[in-house]
């Protein structure tokens, strides 16, 4: 429902010190924050076990500069990283955005490992598109899951109420802006609570077909592998409060999700020396600009289908990935000892597949203009994949402090965004997207957003 309403004449059932929307990454780094300056802070999460996007990620968070790095004798800075990320969003990215997510990125992950016990390490095996050091920062599982279940048992043992199974559909705000409270659905029961500050933290609006066929038309039909509960509530609240909204056609995809298998393959299967092809067996793209812009190159193939062409060294590279594994127990990925007996596992034309292995040129560009720097050898593989829409990365335009923006520039009073709520640092377009742009944001300005709202 989505609604902004008078808090004229409201009476609140209840009032708290800050009450956050949404129990994802942002959310609950924003509570522990909060919690950590003394403040006691309520979490509303409509499912009834905390997950959001973050549970569908790998949990990577890239940062620079860390200790981490430094272990492992990586040379990387803020600055740099920053170059990174305003270079991959073709400069359209809020500059004070990317200079504070770049900043505040490897404090963020240290932070966590030193409060909360979470083994972060380098992923060194590979190196993500975009990205001109190792700094993607994961724990052992190398998943979402195990990191919104690290962060979920933070806030369980800080005592932080997260209150599960309703869903936020109704602000209250007075003439200047102030949000005084909310109105919540609990499973048909209506409750008000008041509050001294709201963070939203309750993701894009990628879950809502009407949203997306309107802000992004090249993805209304595609795949959504985001979580189903990224209504838009923010982007929809924004409108009606008169927010200033940012980037709305920006987007994460990914070219690589297992057909019809529904699972994730990591893109170390592509970078690592793999490739794509189309029904006709012929490569489309270059591959190696990232994983977020090819979602919309596959599912302008034949079927909107596409297949993942390498070999057994980097499946065992990617076996690192929990999806990767599932998706070989499940049967995704097909091998053979030639690529003439691979093609006729996946039904492209042998000699299209064959001439596509003779083209590489290894350390020359390609007609695409991708440079290989290995060779693919027997026995090869394959897994038939897909393009999906993971989340999106417009949204509330936010400062620095995580305050959301008037259309005149100035803050809301006691208004706060993060995570997919907030507008990212990927521009308006999906090549615009930096691996691990979604829970950098959502990291960063969690955190942030606890602090500036504590202040209050």
């Known amino acids: 429902m989505s609604e902004v309403r008078s808090s004229d004449d409201v009476e609140f059932d209840s009032e708290v010190p800050v009450l956050i929307v949404g129990a994802g990454a942002a959310g609950l780094i924003a509570a522990l924050t909060l919690s950590e300056a003394g403040i006691e802070p309520v979490v ?3 499912d009834a076990v905390p997950s959001g996007s973050t549970a569908l990620s790998a949990g990577l968070i890239p940062a620079a500069g860390t200790r981490f790095q430094r272990a492992q004798g990586i040379e990387d ?3 740099l990283f ?3 990320i305003s270079r991959k969003a073709h400069g359209e990215a809020d500059a004070k955005l990317v200079r504070t997510v770049a900043e505040h990125a490897g404090p963020s992950v240290e932070w966590l490992a030193d409060s909360y016990r979470m083994p972060f390490e380098v992923i060194t095996d590979f190196n993500y598109p975009g990205h001109s050091a190792h700094r993607m920062h ?3 599982s190398r998943t979402g899951a195990e990191l919104i279940d690290r962060l979920r048992g933070a806030a369980e043992v800080r005592g932080i109420p997260i209150l599960t199974g309703r869903v936020c559909d109704t602000l209250f705000v007075d003439e200047d802006g102030f949000i005084e409270g909310v109105e919540i659905d609990a499973r048909g029961a209506r409750e008000t609570i008041g509050c001294g500050a709201l963070v939203l933290a309750c993701n894009g609006y990628g879950g809502d077909p009407e949203l997306v066929r309107r802000f992004i038309p090249e993805m209304g039909e595609a795949l959504y592998f985001g979580h189903p509960g990224n209504q838009g509530d923010a982007v929809l609240w924004g409108e009606a409060l008169g927010a200033r909204l940012g980037s709305l056609s920006g987007y994460q995809g990914h070219g690589s999700v297992a057909t019809p298998h529904n699972i994730l393959i990591t ?4 970078m690592e020396g793999g490739f794509q092809v189309n029904r006709d067996g012929r490569r489309f793209s270059n591959e190696a600009r990232g994983y977020s812009e090819a979602a919309a190159e596959v599912l302008r193939q034949p079927g909107g289908i596409a297949f993942d062409i390498f070999d057994a060294r980097i499946a065992a590279i990617a076996r690192q990935f929990e999806d990767f594994k599932t998706a070989e127990k499940a049967g995704a990925v097909v091998s053979a000892d030639s690529i003439a007996a691979l093609a006729a596992r996946i039904a492209v034309p042998a000699d299209a597949l064959q001439a596509e292995v003779d083209a590489i040129d290894i350390g020359k560009p390609d007609r695409h203009g991708r440079v290989f720097e290995k ?3 027997a026995p090869y593989c394959a897994i038939k994949v897909t393009g999906a829409l993971f989340h999106t990365q417009g949204g509330l335009a936010i400062d620095a402090n995580a305050r959301v923006l008037q259309k005149n520039g100035r803050p809301f009073p006691n208004l706060f965004a993060a995570g997919g709520a907030a ?6 377009q999906a090549s615009g997207y930096l691996s691990g742009n979604g829970l950098l944001t959502a990291t960063v300005f969690g955190r942030i957003a606890g602090t500036s709202a504590a202040k209050l």
């Not at 893109?267 to 592509?270: E, P, S, V």
Request: hydrophobic letters at 50%.
């Open 82 to 84: 920053a170059e990174d």
């Open 44 to 46: 509303i999460e409509r």
């Open 138 to 140: 994961g724990l052992p």
């Open 267 to 270: 893109w170390a299967a592509i």
């Open 77 to 79: 800075s803020a600055k």
């Open 423 to 428: 507008v990212g640092v990927s521009g308006a």
């Open 375 to 377: 060779q693919l050898a």
